[in-house]
């Protein structure tokens, strides 16, 4: 069983890196979190299944399509809304995006309703086996996504002018407007990066449990395991994902039979609460964090 | 003697002792408006409908639960996601106090006032590390675990299927009615409001503002920020105890489903819209949030009798149509309906001169 719940937790784990790492790719940029990250994930699920489903295009060629909605949505965000709250207070920008998440689960349900969408089949069903755990496919796919995306954004922070500007966006606004930075620019790239990111997790989970609202519950789920690698940390996402998504199944496994149920649905947010006492940046975060 | 054009509310100050100075309402003119506005109220039940009632009496919950967050959130600056939770705890505690123990609702009511308040402090003891960002995570981790809390403690709670609590009585008197309840419930805002306008008059009430506006300053003028940041929290769960249990009161039905996140963002919207930092304003923002969907449901069935189908369209709008209210007011106007209001009333105290 131990074992079972382990590679589980792993598998479900990469899916959290991935909608993880919309969070931190914005935090990075913006000093903000984006509360309705889940609802980014929402809309790329039902658009690439609407270009599957209903238009009959062939999966590759609607995920690109859904890839470009997704950048431009995430443009079309940032100047219509965020764009006021630059240089704002935390507390401003943090309402703004509540509003927002608000927003578009009131438009995806115009435009899709409630029901539960399974996609057509894309991976192949058929589970692979490690030993005497098997996983399915999918699992295996966003796992190397997850470790794909990892790989690019690091190098893309460390390496890219474009990265080097979003961490100095980041670090002081107006020293960066200063420099000579834009910093308008520099957000609406962050969230193009961030609405694509999260519509791939979005099409993969899809894929998993079929399409309805309660995906963009996952937004908020995925929060402790931001805080855990550390906002600003995209191994730290990575990672955080993985150790969440371990903990939360064993946490499940063994207590749930105690507890009567449900624990894995809370023992995230426990383990939040805990490592904001003790370490608030996080695994892998900067260690400068406003204290009182 | 005091010379001042009569109708107008007030052109400076004209004080000539110090109590006249410390009064809460300066004018006779606001006193008058005060007195006009409780005699409305008194007598609101006696011209219109029973749902109007039932209305007002959502309102009235409304406006004790949006004042508590306004405490914690618009004059203390600890922003808190955690509030729907707080008032689980207020509903939970009266129904377990009066359907367990056998307690009378009397003895209930300000128990579980006071056990939100103590879950609430405890939850407030991270803002003493966490700012901004961090605490509003800390207090969503909150809501999500008094939420899950109440769904798996059966024993206590009932589960998903919640409580169902006896009619309201008061010695022979019933409250089950919409009218008993409007009037108990009017007693209690009342006393709500005036007791935030006296806090924020007081030097408790001046440390929360103080510690909202810069933290450290406060600290080196002498305010303990520890004490004032969970008396903040206190309070304000506090408030949102009460609105629980008077909640469950009158529904007399406790479900999770009353007291999820999207309540606690409800009542955020709440004080965005009607002003943070503003007791008036918590009242708007109340009346507001609270008659948006019944107004638009109005709206979806008049405009259904000229359109088929739109209704359905306009009710599926209405989460949308909330955050981009919440949106337009934070980018427009964040300080609220209370500042548009006296926008308003500053244009006309003048008036037609511009100054």
């Known amino acids: ?292 | 003697m005091r010379l001042r054009f009569p109708f107008v509310m007030n052109c400076g100050l004209f004080t000539t002792s110090y109590r006249e100075d410390m009064a809460v309402l300066f004018a006779p003119a606001a006193k008058l408006k005060v007195a006009a506005i409780i005699g409305f109220l008194l007598a609101f039940p006696l011209f219109v409908s029973p749902y109007y009632v039932s209305v007002a009496n959502l309102i009235a919950i409304a406006v004790i639960g949006a004042l508590g967050l306004n405490i914690l959130t618009g004059f203390t600056g600890q922003i808190s996601i955690g509030h729907g939770a707080f008032m689980g705890v207020g509903a939970y505690t009266v129904g377990v106090l009066t359907t367990k123990l056998g307690l009378s609702f009397w003895v209930a009511l300000p128990l579980a006032g006071l056990m939100a308040a103590l879950v609430g402090a405890v939850f407030g003891i991270p803002s003493l590390r966490l700012k901004g960002l961090y605490l509003a995570i800390a207090t969503l981790a909150a809501q999500v675990i008094i939420e899950y809390t109440i769904i798996h403690w059966t024993s206590l709670t009932g589960g998903s299927a919640g409580i169902v609590l006896e009619p309201l009585r008061l010695g022979t008197l019933s409250l089950g009615t919409d009218t008993g309840f409007y009037y108990f419930a009017l007693l209690l805002t009342l006393a709500a409001v005036v007791f935030t306008v006296n806090l924020f008059r007081s030097r408790v009430g001046r440390a929360f503002m103080a510690v909202r506006d810069r933290d450290i300053a406060a600290s080196v003028t002498g305010i303990n920020l520890l004490r004032h940041k969970v008396l903040a929290f206190g309070l304000s769960a506090f408030y949102a105890g009460i609105a629980g249990a008077l909640l469950a009161g009158y529904t007399r039905v406790i479900t999770p489903e009353h007291f999820t996140v999207d309540v606690s963002v409800k009542y955020l919207a709440m004080i965005i819209i009607g002003g943070l930092g503003s007791v008036m304003g918590s009242i708007y923002g109340a009346l507001f949030i609270t008659l948006l969907p019944i107004l638009l449901r109005a709206l979806a069935d008049f405009a259904g009798t000229f359109f088929q189908g739109i209704e359905n369209l306009l009710l599926a709008m209405q989460t949308a149509l909330f955050g981009l209210i919440v949106i337009l007011f934070l980018i427009f106007e964040p300080e609220g309906l209370a500042k548009l209001w006296q926008d308003v009333k500053n244009y006309f105290r003048l008036w037609p001169f511009s100054y």
């Open chain 1, 1 to 292: 069983m131990f074992l079972q719940l382990l590679v589980t937790g792993l598998v479900v784990g990469s899916i959290y890196a991935l909608v993880a790492l919309g969070f931190v790719l914005i935090y990075k940029a913006s000093d903000c979190i984006n509360f309705a990250q889940g609802e980014f994930l929402l809309v790329g699920a039902y658009v690439a299944l609407t270009l599957v489903a209903a238009y009959q295009v062939p999966f590759l060629p609607a995920v690109v399509l859904t890839l470009c909605f997704a950048l431009v949505l995430g443009v079309l965000v940032e100047r219509l809304v965020l764009r006021p709250f630059i240089g704002e207070p935390v507390i401003s920008v943090i309402m703004a995006t509540i509003g927002l998440s608000s927003l578009m689960r009131g438009i995806i349900q115009v435009f899709w309703g409630t029901d539960t969408r399974v996609f057509p089949p894309v991976f192949p069903q058929a589970p692979v086996h490690f030993g005497a755990v098997a996983v399915s496919q999918v699992y295996l796919w966003s796992l190397g996504l997850a470790i794909l995306l990892l790989v690019v954004f690091s190098l893309f922070f460390k390496f890219t002018t474009t990265g080097i500007v979003m961490r100095a966006v980041a670090d002081d606004q107006q020293a960066a407007l200063s420099m000579g930075i834009s910093v308008k620019r520099v957000f609406a790239i962050t969230w193009a990066i961030a609405a694509v990111v999260a519509a791939v997790g979005g099409i993969l989970l899809g894929n998993i449990n079929g399409v309805n609202s309660s995906l963009s519950h996952l937004g908020l789920k995925v929060l402790p395991v931001a805080i855990l690698g550390g906002l600003d940390s995209i191994p730290g996402a990575i990672i955080g994902g993985f150790v969440i998504g371990v903990l939360e199944n064993l946490a499940g496994g063994y207590l749930d039979p105690i507890l009567g149920g449900g624990v894995k649905e809370v023992a995230p947010f426990v383990i939040l609460v805990l490592i904001l006492l003790i370490r608030p940046y996080g695994l892998f975060g900067k260690e400068i964090i406003e204290r009182v």
